[in-house]
């Protein structure tokens, strides 16, 4: 279990203990909007995360922040900000690009803030450069998961997913999973009893895919 796993289990442990069996996997839910960037020459240079978390990770994560019942400001909420994107890189940022078989590898993260509604709902931005630009000539595969859904990301209702200066022509189409078969079901149960990750790609299995095709 790595670091950040470790940082959201003792966040989110007194309320796990009250959980019921059918909740217990996974522990932390996301909402995500995402912007895939194009640079020179109209290739993909990066992505604009921004992962808006649950009620429960959010009251911990503002716990003793903020004045006068106000929720916290950014400068407050920086160095958890900090915290969560260094911790993201063991899990590749929960984030996967591919071209046909041929997976991309990203850049250090940038940009990256934490903020609070009134409501002290939290929201993580930070962008998160390729290496090296991609040619979205080809369907170019854009998913957001946490492998061992720990972690459940959701797109966003409303524009999940956009292009930022993209080509003309260029497009983007987003698929939504498939329900859950029934033993698949039956593992996220049981890993209430194990303490276990219900597998080791399990994620995948409940990941929307956004695929990219440019003229």
């Not at 998913?143 to 022509?169: C, I, Q, R, S, W």
Request: aromatic content about 12%.
């Amino acid at each position: 279990m790595g670091e950040m796993r470790k940082f959201l289990t003792a966040a989110l442990l007194p309320a796990l203990l009250f959980s019921a069996p059918a909740l217990a996997h996974p522990h932390v839910w996301v909402t995500a909007k995402e912007k895939i960037l194009f640079g020179p020459g109209g290739k993909i240079v990066g992505f604009r995360h921004q992962w808006t978390f649950d009620e429960m990770y959010s009251a911990f994560a503002t716990q003793g922040l903020g004045k006068d019942g106000k929720p916290p400001t950014r400068e407050e909420l920086a160095p958890l900000a900090q915290t969560n994107v260094e911790s993201l890189k063991e899990f590749q940022y929960f984030t996967v690009a591919k071209t046909g078989p041929k997976y991309y590898e990203f850049g250090p993260p940038r940009d990256y803030e934490l903020t609070a509604d009134d409501k002290k709902i939290v929201t993580l931005r930070f962008t998160l450069p390729l290496k090296e630009p991609v040619s979205a000539k080809k369907p170019f595969v854009f998913m957001v998961y946490d492998p061992t859904y720990f972690v459940d990301f959701e797109l966003a209702k409303d524009d999940p997913v956009t292009l930022e200066n993209a080509p003309a022509g260029c497009s983007v189409s987003n698929m939504r999973p498939d329900p859950l078969s029934e033993p698949d079901t039956k593992k996220l149960n049981e890993s209430f009893f194990s303490g276990l990750s219900p597998g080791t790609d399990f994620g995948v299995k409940l990941a929307p895919r956004s695929i990219v095709a440019c003229p």
